[in-house]
């Protein structure tokens, strides 16, 4: 055995190399986020999370009778990047795109994928995003190409902003978020919506970092602490919320946080730090926790295998909206599938109703705002072995989430 | 007609023969260009010719600085990056406007756009030589690429600033949206700067570059002043990477804060210095090496670029003056009996140097499997061969390739040196 | 007010303690050999990296300790087989080794521990505010990582100043071919330096580790502000690399406080740059978004104004 092995090396060693190509028949969906770098504990957790999802739809028999294959590759959260990654998935074979990390990569991959299927009729592909949250995406930069899975930062913000209304123990906010597009959606929306609902509530603060470049932020929390805030509003994701809320526990800041992505990797560890007991709030499609049997025992099998939960229930409803367009369409075909995608109405994974507006291709679903801290016993799930979870303390019905939106679409004509 | 006057050489050459013998080569690469997609036609191809293009004369512009006047710049991609946002600038304005530029020209926007600032920045850079200059272009580079950020209104943020090729005017109803097209365009332009970048070689101040390289005092006694010479050399390699930015913003149709990055700065040196910064086709191979390594290795291994990594080191080891150093260096062989005793040593050698690599590379390969995708457990295929990683047999078996691989192939050494002895006896034999 | 100003203060002590304790190395092996280590911020992330495994099989004290020794030997190594090769074919070549070295370092630890980052926790011991500034905790583990760096400084000021080895090594800053001569072993020296420069790294990042992130892009993150620190202090000038690494520590902490832009400076001059034009961009850019690209500023500026930096002995 070990001689046979030792030839056999030589011989290929010789040889030289032979790319193997993938035989089988699949359908081939790109996933291009960072897979290292800044963004990387998320890109990487989201790409097993989309991998586990797949496996369970091919489990099940697959769509049409092909395998969903999942390739990942690394943008490095950078926009020239991700459309030389988007070219190569598009030569590897993949007709189906999907990114989430960074609203200025999406506008580039959007604006990409709009001139490609221009360029090359016949030979379209579709961007799926799922976490890409800056409201232009689906107004003034929409297109037939692009659907959004994940509720827009307005959405998000009207979600949050209604639910701190109530509260008069708030008097002054402090607004901190990353420097670019999506980070300048939120602070715009919050002060918007803050002055329309809560026009005593005093904006103490008004931060804009550099996106995922900050590794202490120390000095920040120490500008938040002499500003006098009682409130802080962020839009940070990954390390940036992760290491905020670090450097907020190590100055024993304590306040309350309403949030965007306090669950990305690190973040529910931070929090525990800070000791803040139900007051980290985060406006989310979806909770561990919530008392609903089929995703629950997602979660539980998802556990299992991998180290972490699911941050992305959207993520499942993604792949299964696909499944069961490409189900409907009879077809891989992109045109296909769009036309299906638009108007198609599903059951999503937390339980109750969502539907794909054709008007922007944005999605909309059930809204939870959850806070984090300690359990109780019918709250199985907690986060990053803290003993903390997360628990639902408002819920938000799809019609209740609508908004409206000034795109004009360009349509294919078929 | 007397015996002084008499020809005593063969007669001399025809006019035509030296004009072909000097413009040859220029039309053999011309051809080149031209046929390459009609042989490798697929859409990966064709963006890697088109990457292959715009690296060519990036590097080409990078080499002036290093290989001609001995400045080592660590920040050369601020005017690539500067060109870039020209040329998308430039294109919108056409497009907004519906002025009669058509796509062709617009790399001369970038060009523009990397002079301008060439000239800005060089100034303050070219006051200092040797580290001192190679301090402050790193730090300009970290300066404009920073400010990328701030001056949001002309470098568009994060997201950067987009633009449409096909929305110029059409000569001959070509609209630049096919890859073909685009390729050809790329492939017109770096002929064109290959030829006057070469061109400027051959001028007076081109060679007074190389006098400034080699001992800046003696060119100040001659009467030149090094710091202009520099300053000029600046300037002209910032046009040339100005014209590289232009063609890769007509490419991506983006451009935004990465073409400032440090990697684009590292990429165009390892290029440059892989190729061999000594001759003027050197950047070319090593351009074209370069791109078509980033874009093809990644699929054949996950960590090509440690082994590019440890290329680069031994390059800087043991053959400094790089790919077309090592070529140059058996030109005296060629045509000559000594050069099939070389070509043959090499094959003996060679061998021996593939299982020595192939035995190296298994136990990057395994090292990898093992500790980054322990998750995906570990079995692995080498070349198509299965194996474990994690069976003792497989790791005997690469330290066996590896370790008899080496000493093989160190004992074919006094057989290359033999050979290169009888080649010449007059030069230093050595593997 | 008073609160931010304390607390901008002791963070930007230790930020450019943190700094310190890097360029120590880097200045002493540019001083000596004339090799500017572009790998030294490598050797920083390998210490953290080494710190971090080792951590989790021996913990955090034992790591502090073997980690930069580990580390150092591994520089030692570089030197002599790699560095010392390179020698002979000139600068350029060697400034080119130690780059490519960086790339490799980077990438054997995304191959070894990935592209995540690690979790490298604060040792139990040091986890607990160690006193309250007005309303806010300072860390524990800020002040040792204060505290060590100012140990290291002064013992590394001690050994130079007061030893003999400090006396040979100092010599041989200036004059090697003399040491030689009077047969001291200056490549043994040299080789020495240079492990004890990448030890020093090493104990920078086995520290740093747990309170930045311990990821394989911490080089690249660190490494521009090194070569400032470096160079505006003077190559060449230990206490000039000390002094700057306190400026740059503080003044890109201090910046980051200060929300301030021209267009509230002149406020009076009722000036307003139309919008989506450069002059708009720069009229309201705060001082705290400019905080990271200060360090490079003043690096140009000291470049051109004065190469052989604010305390330095010899240009290149």
């Known amino acids: ?414 | 007609m007397s015996v002084l006057t008499a020809r005593t050489g063969p007669a001399p050459r025809p006019a035509i023969l030296t004009a072909i013998g000097r413009y040859g080569v220029w039309l053999a690469v011309a051809a080149a260009f031209i046929v390459l997609p009609l042989v490798f036609g697929s859409g990966t191809a064709l963006t890697m010719m088109s990457l292959m293009g715009i690296s060519i004369v990036f590097a080409l512009s990078y080499n002036m600085l290093l290989g001609q006047t001995g400045m080592l710049s660590f920040g050369h991609a601020v005017y690539f990056g500067l060109g870039a946002y020209f040329a998308v600038h430039g294109m919108n304005a056409v497009a907004a406007g519906g002025l009669p530029v058509p796509l062709p020209a617009i790399p001369l926007a970038g060009g523009c756009g990397g002079l301008v600032f060439a000239i800005l920045f060089g100034w303050v850079s070219t006051k200092r030589s040797g580290t001192a200059f190679a301090m402050i272009s790193l730090g300009l580079a970290e300066l404009v690429g920073s400010s990328a950020l701030i001056l949001r209104s002309f470098f568009g943020g994060e997201e950067g600033v987009t633009t449409d090729r096909t929305k110029l005017l059409r000569l001959f109803g070509v609209s630049f949206g096919q890859q073909i097209e685009v390729y050809y365009l790329i492939a017109a332009w770096c002929l064109l700067c290959m030829f006057l970048m070469y061109a400027f070689t051959r001028t007076p101040l081109g060679r007074m570059c190389n006098a400034v390289r080699d001992n800046a005092e003696r060119a100040q006694f001659v009467g030149y002043d090094p710091q202009m010479v520099r300053f000029l050399a600046f300037c002209v390699s910032g046009f040339f990477a100005g014209v590289a930015g232009g063609l890769a913003a007509i490419h991506f149709e983006i451009a935004n804060s990465a073409y400032f990055s440090a990697t684009q700065s590292g990429n165009v040196l390892l290029a440059t210095f892989i190729g061999g910064s000594g001759y003027f086709f050197g950047p070319v191979i090593g351009a074209a090496l370069v791109s078509y390594l980033q874009v093809m290795l990644s699929d054949l291994t996950e960590i090509w670029q440690l082994y590019f990594g440890l290329l680069f080191i031994a390059m800087v080891m043991f053959a400094p003056q790089g790919i077309a150093g090592v070529l140059v260096m058996h030109r005296p062989l060629w045509g000559r009996r000594a050069l099939s005793r070389v070509t043959a040593a090499y094959a003996i050698a060679l061998p021996p140097a593939l299982v020595m690599l192939a035995g190296f590379a298994l136990v990057i390969e395994m090292t990898y499997r093992l500790a980054a995708k322990a998750a995906e457990g570990p079995a692995m295929t080498f070349f198509t061969v299965p194996l474990a990683a994690d069976r003792p047999e497989a790791w005997l078996a690469a330290g066996a390739l590896a370790i008899g691989g080496f000493v093989l192939f160190r004992l074919t050494w006094p057989i290359i040196a033999a050979a290169w002895a009888a080649a010449d006896p007059r030069k230093e034999s050595r593997p | ?316």
């Open chain 1, 1 to 414: 055995m070990g001689r046979n092995l030792l030839w056999g090396l030589a011989a290929a060693a010789v040889m030289g190399s032979i790319l193997s190509a993938k035989a089988q028949e699949t359908i081939k969906v790109a996933y291009i986020d960072p897979l290292s770098g800044g963004g990387a504990s998320t890109g990487e957790t989201g790409l097993k999370t989309y991998q586990f999802i797949a496996d369970q739809l091919n489990a099940k028999g697959g769509v049409l009778g092909k395998r969903i294959e999942i390739v990942g590759y690394d943008n490095k959260l950078n926009p020239q990047e991700s459309l030389i990654q988007a070219q190569k998935a598009i030569d590897a074979g993949a007709r189906v795109i999907t990114q989430g990390n960074g609203s200025a990569v999406a506008a580039a991959l959007t604006d990409f994928v709009a001139k490609y299927n221009d360029r090359n009729p016949g030979k379209e592909v579709l961007y799926l995003n799922y976490a890409a949250v800056d409201p232009v995406l689906t107004n003034e930069k929409c297109n037939y190409w692009h659907f959004r899975f994940d509720a827009n930062a307005d959405i998000k913000m009207e979600a949050l902003t209604n639910y701190l209304k109530p509260s008069t123990s708030i008097k002054k906010v402090y607004l901190i978020n990353q420097d670019y597009s999506f980070g300048q959606a939120v602070r715009v929306a919050a002060r918007r919506m803050l002055a329309a609902k809560r026009p005593d509530i005093q904006i103490v603060g008004d931060e804009l970092h550099p996106l995922q470049k900050i590794t202490d932020f120390a000095p920040y929390v120490a500008k938040i602490k002499a500003s006098g805030a009682d409130t802080i509003i962020t839009g940070n994701w990954d390390k940036d919320i992760s290491l905020l809320l670090k450097a907020a526990a190590d100055a024993g800041l304590q306040v309350d946080w309403y949030t965007y992505y306090a669950d990305a990797p690190g973040g529910p560890t931070a929090i525990k730090q800070t000791g803040l007991n139900h007051r980290v709030f985060q406006v989310a499609e979806g909770a561990a926790n919530i008392p609903n049997a089929p995703s629950q025992e997602f979660e539980r099998a998802l556990r299992a295998k991998y180290d972490f939960g699911l941050l992305y229930p959207r993520a499942v409803n993604e792949l299964r909206l696909l499944a069961a367009a490409i189900a409907e369409a009879k077809s891989t075909d992109p045109l296909k599938i769009a036309a299906k995608l638009e108007g198609m109405k599903f059951t999503v994974f937390d339980g109750g109703e969502g539907f794909m507006r054709a008007d922007d291709h944005q999605f909309f679903q059930p809204m939870y705002i959850k806070s984090f801290g300690d359990l109780t016993t019918n709250e199985p799930f907690d986060e990053e072995k803290t003993g903390w979870g997360w628990r639902v303390v408002a819920k938000v019905d799809t019609p209740d989430t609508i908004l409206p939106t000034v795109c004009k679409m360009k349509r294919p004509s078929t």
């Open chain 3, 1 to 316: 007010m008073l609160e931010l100003v304390i607390i901008s203060t002791l963070n930007g002590v230790q930020y450019g303690m943190l700094l310190f304790l890097m360029a120590s190395g880097l200045t002493l092996i540019f001083s000596m050999m004339g090799v500017l280590n572009f790998a030294h911020a490598s050797f920083y992330m390998l210490g953290a990296f080494f710190g971090f495994q080792i951590s989790r099989w021996l913990g955090f004290w034992p790591a502090l300790v073997i980690a930069p020794v580990a580390v150092g030997g591994i520089g030692a190594l570089v030197e002599r087989y790699g560095l010392r090769n390179v020698h002979r074919h000139g600068h350029v070549p060697e400034l080119l080794f130690t780059f490519g070295l960086a790339y490799v370092i980077e990438e054997v630890v995304q191959m070894i521990w990935g592209k995540a980052p690690v979790d490298f926790r604060v040792p139990s011991l040091l986890d607990f505010p160690a006193f309250t500034v007005f309303a806010t905790n300072y860390p524990a583990y800020k002040l040792f990582m204060l505290l060590t760096s100012v140990a290291i400084f002064v013992v590394l000021f001690i050994i130079l100043r007061r030893t003999r080895i400090g006396l040979v090594v100092q010599a041989a800053l200036t004059h090697p071919h003399m040491v030689a001569h009077l047969g001291h072993n200056v490549p043994l020296v040299f080789m020495s330096v240079f492990g004890v420069g990448t030890a020093l790294a090493a104990v920078a990042g086995v520290i740093a580790g747990p309170a930045l992130v311990t990821q394989s892009n911490m080089a690249g993150l660190l490494g521009p502000i090194l070569f400032v620190v470096v160079v505006v202090g003077g190559l060449g000038s230990l206490a000039g690399a000390f002094a700057a690494s306190l400026l740059i520590g503080l003044v890109q902490t201090f910046a980051v406080s200060v929300n301030l832009s021209m267009a509230d400076i002149f406020a009076f001059a009722h000036f307003t740059p139309s919008p989506g034009t450069i002059a708009r961009d720069v009229w309201n850019v705060t001082l705290a978004q400019i905080a990271p690209i200060l360090p490079y500023v003043l690096l140009v500026l000291v470049l051109v104004l004065k190469p052989t930096g604010l305390w330095g002995t010899r240009e290149t």
